[in-house]
């Protein structure tokens, strides 16, 4: 039997595919690639197009954490867990840096859709993955009356997701913001950016290391505060623009090509 969560969550991934599909066939689809994913022929608008399948990616993982949980069923719960009982849930939930996180990706949404197209794909995939992040949370925060329940009934469920693919969507949303930040300066500040953001990642990964005692809330402000910090450099960056590039062989190569003439 399907539960009501599953229903809502796999009609909206069939809503953003069908979108996607029909998105596809307007802006210059051929053949079947819009129903292929590119197979067979193009997609058309490849923006659009992969963002409304990412969105049905993500509409179908819901789905199937609805049913396998059977909405928040205690005893579905307790079967994953392997334990005969389950405390009741609770009402009261902690603090939460999704919020905050939401409100940088849709800032940087809002940037993108002037200033540049790839800062608008870096918000798109910062709101994606914090609404995820943020719904998961707030369902196991209540599954249970039982914090420590709770926190392994999240880490079983979300660490093979989180791990291989929200852990690469972040380097990747990182990676290229930092990107943003080496294009606009110039030659020597750029060198200088590359050694200071590296020797800053190393030494904090070391404190970390060196310090096992240390409560996971410092630890996830630590992250939180640089990754806004790059994210935020990375959206001015990309604001300013690229430095100018002189290519020098380019202007050889001509002025020789003219004296060939003369």
Not at 153 to 160: C, F, I, K, S, V
Not at 194 to 214: H, L, N
Request: one cysteine or more; charged letters at 15%; hydrophobic letters at 50%.
């Amino acid at each position: 039997m399907l539960s009501t969560g599953f229903k809502f969550w796999f009609g909206l991934c069939l809503l953003m595919v069908v979108s996607a599909v029909f998105a596809g066939y307007t802006t210059g689809g051929t053949e079947t690639g819009p129903i292929s994913l590119g197979w067979k022929g193009g997609v058309g608008n490849h923006v659009v197009y992969t963002l409304l399948m990412i969105g049905a990616g993500s509409m179908a993982v819901m789905g199937i954490v609805s049913q396998a949980f059977r909405d928040s069923d205690l005893e579905a719960a307790s079967e994953l867990l392997g334990i005969e009982d389950l405390p009741k849930a609770q009402n009261e939930v902690g603090n939460s840096w999704w919020p905050v996180f939401a409100a940088l990706g849709l800032s940087i949404l809002a940037v993108g859709l002037v200033v540049n197209s790839a800062v608008f794909i870096i918000g798109i995939i910062i709101v994606l993955v914090i609404g995820f992040e943020w719904t998961i949370t707030n369902w196991s925060e209540k599954a249970t009356a039982d914090p420590r329940l709770n926190s392994e009934l999240r880490e079983r469920l979300m660490r093979p997701i989180e791990i291989p693919i929200i852990g690469t969507l972040g380097i990747g949303v990182v990676v290229l913001a930092v990107s943003r930040i080496l294009l606009s300066s110039s030659v020597t500040g750029a060198v200088w950016v590359a050694t200071i953001v590296g020797i800053v990642i190393f030494g904090t990964a070391f404190f970390i290391s060196k310090r096992p005692s240390i409560s996971r809330g410092v630890i996830q402000s630590i992250l939180f505060l640089g990754i806004s910090g790059i994210l935020i450099a990375g959206v001015i960056s990309a604001v300013v623009g690229e430095r100018d590039f002189h290519h020098k062989g380019s202007h050889h190569a001509d002025k020789s090509h003219v004296d060939e003439k003369e």
